[in-house]
C-alpha cells in the first residue's frame, strides 16, 4: 500500500524515503507542490503558515522555496520513518528533531542548492535525492487510515482560518480541490482529493524569531476535533494520536471509525486557542 496515496504497489520495497520539503507561504511562488502525496500546513511566527510538502510515489527535480524545519514535524516525519528537507532551523529546534532520530537533509547536503543569497533562495532537487538513496527497504505503513470515506451534506467552498492574517481557501470540482488563494507554480499545483482539518494544542517552541516574534509548536499528539472534507461532503470526527510515532485516527460521533479515500489528502492543523498568545482557529463552509 502506498503509505501516503492509499493505493496498492506493485513492490514492498523502494528505493528511496519519504521525504518532507518545508516550503513557506510567503513567497512569491511555490515548487513541486504538484508532485506531493500529501501536505500539511502549520502555524508558525507572526499569524503566518508554512507547508510540509511529502514525496514518495513522485520525486520532483525541483522543490521549494526550502525553509527551516519546526518541531512540528516530528509527529509528521515519525511514523514514516521521514526525512526533512530544510534550509536550517534554530538550535533548540535542530536539537529537538535530531533527538527524535530524524535525518535532515539542509543546505550543504548534494541536491539541495541555492538560486540566489536571498530567504528564499534554497530549492532542492527532490528526484536526485531518491534517484541517489538506494534504500532497500519495506514501504512505509499508511499514515492514514486507508477505506471508504462516507461523509454527509455538501461543502465545495472551505476556508480554513489560522490567524487574523492567514486563511487558507479552497473550492471543490471535478473529484478534487483547489486553493483558491495559493502562490503555486502555474501547471504546478497540489489538487487534494480530501482535506482533513483538525484542531491542534500549541505550545511555546522555546525561542524567539529574529523579529522577536513568538514561535509556536502544533502539537498533532492526543486527540482532537476534526471535520474531514472528501468528494464534496464532510464529516465531524474526533482525531487521536498516541504519540509522535503512531499514526493518527478519526472517529465519528458515535465512536466508530473514519475512514480516508485513497488519493492526495491536505492537513490543516488549526490552533485550538488553548495557548492565550495563539487565538483559536476556525473552518467555514
Known sequence: MQPLLCTKVSSAATTHPVYIAKIPNTASVQYGLGSADFVYEELVEGGITRLGAFYYSTLPSKAGPIRSTR??????????????????????????????????IGQGAPHVYRVNSGIYGVMADIRGMGADAHQPSATPKP?????????????????????????????????????????????DVFHPNTIIVVKVDTTDAGYRDPA??????????????AIIFSGG?????????????????????????????????????????????????????
Open 71 to 104: 518541531l512540528t514535524d516530528i509527529a509528521l516525519a515519525k511514523p514514516l520513518n521521514a526525512q526533512i528537507v530544510t534550509s536550517g532551523g534554530a538550535p533548540p529546534t535542530i536539537q529537538g528533531v535530531q533527538a527524535a532520530g530524524i535525518t535532515l
Open 143 to 187: 499514515l492514514l487510515p486507508c477505506g471508504v470515506f462516507k461523509g454527509a451534506g455538501s461543502a465545495t467552498n472551505i476556508s480554513v482560518t489560522f490567524s487574523g492574517s492567514s486563511t487558507t481557501r479552497w473550492s471543490y470540482a471535478g473529484g478534487q480541490y483547489t486553493m483558491t488563494n495559493g502562490i503555486m507554480a502555474p501547471g
Open 212 to 225: 522577536g516574534n513568538y514561535v509556536p509548536r502544533s502539537e498533532f499528539r492526543g486527540t482532537g476535533k
Open 233 to 285: 461532503k464532510l464529516l465531524i470526527a474526533t482525531w487521536h494520536k498516541s504519540s509522535d510515532d503512531s499514526t493518527p485516527t478519526f472517529t465519528d460521533g458515535k465512536g466508530r471509525p473514519v475512514y480516508i479515500n485513497p488519493g492526495r489528502t491536505m492537513l490543516e492543523m488549526i490552533p485550538s486557542g488553548n495557548d492565550p498568545q495563539v487565538p483559536a482557529g476556525h473552518v467555514t463552509y
